[in-house]
């Protein structure tokens, strides 16, 4: 046998300390396949050794939550007996050695996390982030990042109905890849993963397992191991058609009772599947690794273990259901072995051809595992302040049509046309609004998602930039007409042993905590993935929210396109003219100093639950807030949707136009008011002191500010279009 | 100068096509079948009348746009 | 009316199409691909997605499935069938339907709502529908440029077997309105008895002015007739 | 006993796949480029000792699932 020297420890990504603890939990040295189990459960990814304490405290507590984070995915309760089920996923280093495939089994692993529960998945998003458009790896990784994310949602036949897209040089070498999804269930048939009894059996189903994902600790092998050849970590590659069968089989086994627990094999595949159903239920598993149907010959148990192939479930099954579960599994002609049972040893027992190759207590892989509390620091307010009349004089024309046909404000149409976004029949809104709607099938009651991030305000200042992102998705899901329910997170985030990295970290969590309880928007499901970034150079702090709200009656969905020309435009919310961190001063001066928005949480809520009513009462004929770039971009943004143009007339007081038209201050809307219902909006707010003004008039052709431009929409739609087309 | 390119996944690699392939061929009754691995193929004519520079130009294409190096592995011969 | 809908294991757009048929009034009924029998039916629809992930051509692994053979079976002796998207290119690797459905010309996926043109409307499909009436439907797909042998595309031309032609708003048919490379801009056909229909876009998308419109509706009324 | 076969469209068929990555060839500067088609290829194993009973196990397995006749020829090689 093998021995464990320094070199095998640190390939295996644990440090001195960390392997002495090993020795002290098993009170003897660990074997190859046991420091590789360890490997994998302590490493961030599993553990969470480095957020956990961070993460408590997020409010995760609500009426409308069913199941907070813990398990595969979050569970919300959108009345009757329906469930909403969801969870965000990164897939950001796979992504960038082989995108296609990177984004591709990205989106595979976030489905089987939402079917794993029982929930049929109706809906998916993607948050994407790309280096600078002029670095060489930009176009074939967003090409190949934007293909796999089809070719697998496409095949598998979900709907992949919103995102964001955004270019910043800061990704230039660690791209951000995140997948959301989203499933419908029943209430009372929800699947967890928690193992409960004993001598049950534990199941494998799905795909075969390959050599796929092995990563570090394969290289220790190859090293030492003399007759084997070189051995390199495998690309994963995603299968979509048996994850449609493994789907299609899974929902069918839960339509009875079964299952006792399931878990789908994700990172760190049979280990961490196992170790947590485990783990979960206080018992110990025995699996039997001769058993796990292989892909390739000779794999060892250490290679079974860890192997990270894709479209795989480990099921616990009720005495006696095997046969059953066994003749659904094979008429989707997926495999289905009985691998291992649960005991009442405490211990994950590996077994190879009846000798035990591992022995581990559950406890040192779960509660026992590693967990820091990082050094971190403050992040200063900048002093620096933006003085307009010291920069270049810039036309507002100029500094709009520059914004509309930049990368990141273009319109996103090239990517959207090659997701399905309509499959499944109940998309009533599709990518392009603030927000997707999805309507419950057969029912008359829909959701609304929606995924945002900003990583320029996180970056100049977490706190605010926390709460901001927070505060937008609300806005994204308010601006469709849905209540505002719960979110998922993702934190891509640099080296958390770096101090300022960790910082940035504690900062934006404390931002997104603030904001999540004053707005009751608790948060049931993320991820964390840490290290993104290369030699020191660390991406942007990128938190991504996915927000899901509800519309109890879809019986007039509402979006931004504005629907007729002479309706009033309504601006809610206050402008003060808030230039810092804008697209404005970067896209005309490309100024990166200054402190984003600041949010007030109170203003944000009054105004949102304000326009929501408004929405519920049908007195709007469309609604968007107003986000990056600011009013007139938004503005815009309605006009090249619909078609139709505006008239704005200048503001009265404001003294600089640009900060105006061009400001990113918070909480703000524009709403499309129909003449006669003018007199009751206005009452409606006035009666609720929400702060509006009323800027001007939808018309014909024109996107016009009262003497200071006029250009016709159609130009203003071919800007916006262009910028793919170019690249 | 004419060429053909095959290009297939690396072993260890997991292969989809190949895989419901396999089993339909089975299913068709083909059981003395033992594997079968899908691949790419292409047929590359370029003017050029040195065979090594007709050849490196070739491979510069597979490395260029035609293979995935990740997860490909390519063979070119002179046809 | 008695239909069938076939699902192979890759089918994605198998329920979207029942729930269409049972709100037109159709008794339907789901038919597995491992059936050897098929239940008495007036209209026989192979749906869309990817049947078998459709990894090596699309629709040619369905082509080999047992069920299959009973379609063939019943289409020749006049039974009505319909193939959406997938369900065309399964046709087509059959042989129920002449031609193939090539990659289209930009390599890339599209999804998105187009013009069609309805090219003859004395057929039991489209009876509903005027002639040359321009529907919005919705496309979703990857391979759904048509190709045909030139003698087989003036006989589809000279007997009037062209369903619909991709157009514009304004039912110009043209190089710009042809969203995939489709010879002619064929966004589906009939075969030469016209019980046959196959087509690349999605008719059981448009029945619903909440989710998209109501242009697919005529196509199953036609068939209710 | 290894086989190749390697499948590619008929001549008059439109190949919109060879003419994309023809054009990107062509952008990414490689001008002497004459024409390239786009085809696959499988290579497959079968169980059996008699090569002319062999290849046309595989010559079967093209003409039922392997190809599109209609529009696809192919070539069988021992390898
Ligand atoms: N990668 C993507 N996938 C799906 N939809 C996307 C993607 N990128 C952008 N979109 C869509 O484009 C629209 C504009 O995006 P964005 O400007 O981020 O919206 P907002 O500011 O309202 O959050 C949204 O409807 C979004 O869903
Ligand atoms: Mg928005």
């Known amino acids: 046998m093998m021995r464990i020297n320094s070199k095998i420890i640190e390939k295996h990504g644990l440090n001195e300390e960390e392997y002495k603890n090993i020795q002290k939990l098993l009170n003897r040295n660990p074997n190859l396949l046991e420091l590789g189990i360890f490997s994998a459960m302590w490493n961030e990814h599993c553990s969470y050794k480095s957020s956990k304490i961070h993460l408590k405290k997020l409010p995760t507590k609500g009426k409308q939550v069913i199941q907070g984070p813990g398990e595969n995915a979050g569970v919300i309760d959108i009345g009757d007996d329906d469930a909403i089920v969801f969870k965000i996923e990164s897939h950001n280093h796979p992504s960038y050695i082989e995108p296609y495939q990177g984004a591709a089994t990205g989106v595979g692993g976030i489905l089987r996390d939402v079917f794993t529960m029982g929930a049929r998945p109706i809906a998916l998003l993607n948050s994407i982030h790309f280096g600078s458009p002029s670095h060489h790896k930009t176009k074939s990784l967003l090409n190949g990042v934007v293909s796999g994310i089809g070719g697998y949602g496409n095949c598998i036949g979900i709907p992949t109905v919103a995102g964001e897209t955004k270019f910043n040089a800061t990704y230039n070498e660690n791209i951000l890849v995140n997948a959301m999804a989203v499933g419908h269930a029943k209430k009372n048939k929800i699947f967890y993963s928690k193992a409960k009894g004993i001598n049950k059996s534990v199941v494998y189903v799905g795909s075969k397992t390959g050599r796929d994902g092995i990563h570090g600790a394969s290289m220790a092998s190859a090293e030492f191991d003399e007759n084997s050849e070189e051995k390199k970590p495998t690309v994963q590659v995603g299968d979509p058609f048996t994850e449609k069968l493994l789907l299609e089989a899974c929902l069918e086994l839960m339509r009875d009772d079964s299952i006792i627990a399931i878990q789908d094999m994700g990172a760190a595949g049979l280990t961490s599947s196992s170790v947590e159903m485990a783990s979960k239920g206080s018992l110990g598993i025995e699996l039997e690794l001769d058993k796990v149907p292989c892909r390739e010959e000779n794999m060892t148990p250490y290679e079974m273990m860890l192997s990270e192939s894709q479209e795989r479930m480990l099921i616990i099954l009720e005495d006696g259901k095997e046969d059953h579960a066994r003749k659904i599994f094979k008429k989707w002609d997926l495999d289905f072995v009985v691998i291992g049972k649960t005991t009442n040893s405490k211990n994950i027992t590996l077994k190879y051809n009846n000798k035990i190759e591992g022995e581990i207590p559950i406890e040192a892989l779960s509660s026992k595992a590693p967990i820091y509390e990082r050094k971190w620091t403050k992040k200063p307010i900048s002093k620096n302040q933006i003085d307009l009349k010291k920069l270049k004089k810039i036309e507002i024309e100029d500094s709009l049509i520059k914004i509309l046909s930049s990368p990141n404000h273009s319109n996103k149409n090239w990517i959207t046309n090659q997701y399905d976004q309509m499959v499944m029949c109940d998309t009533a809104q599709r990518s392009g609004s603030d927000a997707a709607i999805i309507r419950i099938h057969n029912k008359d009651k829909a959701i609304a998602v929606s995924v945002d991030s900003s990583a320029n305000y996180c970056k100049s200042f977490p706190i605010s930039g926390g709460k901001q992102i927070v505060c937008e998705n609300w806005r994204n899901i308010i601006s469709v007409g849905a209540k505002p329910l719960a979110i998922t997170n993702c934190l891509n985030f640099g080296n958390p042993e770096n101090s300022q990295i960790m910082g940035e970290f504690a900062e934006c969590l404390q931002g997104i905590s603030e904001a999540c309880k004053f707005l009751d928007y608790p948060v049931v499901s993320g991820n964390v993935s840490f290290y993104n970034g290369t030699n020191k150079k660390n991406i942007y702090p990128t938190p991504v929210i996915g927000g899901v709200g509800l519309i109890q009656n879809l019986s007039n969905p509402i979006n931004h396109l504005f629907k007729k020309d002479n309706s009033i435009i309504i601006l809610v919310g206050k402008t003060f003219g808030h230039l810092g961190q804008s697209c404005f001063i970067k896209e005309n001066y490309s100024i990166n100093e200054g402190n984003p928005p600041e949010v007030n949480l109170k203003n944000e809520r009054e105004n949102g639950e304000n326009v929501l009513s408004l929405i519920q009462k049908n007195l709007v004929l469309s609604a968007h807030d107003v986000s990056s770039g600011g009013l007139l971009v938004s503005l815009s943004e309605m006009s090249i949707a619909s078609n139709l143009g505006v008239k704005i007339q200048k503001p009265k007081k404001l003294t600089n136009i640009n900060e105006y038209f061009f400001g990113e201050d918070q909480s703000r809307y524009l709403l499309e008011i129909s003449a006669d219902h003018l007199t009751r909006v206005e009452k409606n707010l006035k009666e609720n002191n929400i702060f509006y003004e009323l800027i001007g008039k939808t018309q014909k052709k024109y996107f016009e500010i009262e003497d200071e431009m006029k250009l016709d929409v159609n130009y203003l739609s071919k800007i916006n279009n262009q910028w793919y087309y170019n690249y | 100068m004419k060429f053909s390119v095959t290009v297939i996944l690396k072993k260890d690699v997991l292969d989809p096509q190949g895989k419901v392939v396999q089993n339909t061929l089975m299913n068709l009754g083909m059981d003395n079948l033992k594997s079968i691995r899908q691949g790419k193929f292409f047929e590359i004519e370029i003017d050029e009348k040195n065979q090594d520079i007709a050849q490196q130009k070739v491979d510069e294409m597979c490395k260029k746009l035609l293979v995935n190096l990740i997860i490909e592995e390519y063979k070119i011969s002179k046809i | ?225």
């Open chain 3, 1 to 225: 009316m008695k239909s069938s809908v076939i699902v192979f294991p890759g089918s994605n757009c198998d329920r979207d199409i029942a729930d269409a048929l049972v709100k037109m009034q159709f008794k339907n009924q789901m038919v597995w691909h491992k059936e050897t029998n098929l239940p008495k039916s007036d209209l026989i629809v192979i749906p869309g997605g990817f049947s078998y992930g459709d990894y090596l051509r699309s629709g040619a692994i369905a082509g080999k499935s047992l069920i299959i053979d009973e379609v063939i079976r019943a289409a020749n002796a006049g039974c009505l069938v319909l193939g959406i998207c997938n369900g065309f290119q399964i046709l087509t690797e059959t042989g129920l339907l002449q031609g193939t459905l090539l990659r289209n010309k930009h390599l890339k996926f599209i999804n998105k709502d187009i013009n069609i043109k309805v090219m003859n409307n004395k057929t039991k499909f489209t009876s509903k529908y005027k002639i040359n009436q321009i529907l919005k439907i919705n496309i979703a797909h990857n391979e759904g440029n048509y190709f045909t042998n030139s003698k087989h595309l003036e006989e589809i031309k000279k007997e009037n077997l062209i369903a619909f032609q991709y157009c514009d708003e304004k039912g110009n048919i043209n190089n710009d309105s042809n969203p995939n490379g489709s010879m002619e801009n064929i966004a589906g056909i009939f075969n030469s008895k016209k019980n046959i229909l196959g087509m690349m876009p999605h008719p059981e998308r448009m029945i619903d002015k909440l989710i998209s419109n109501t242009d697919g509706v005529n196509l199953f009324s036609s068939l209710l007739n």
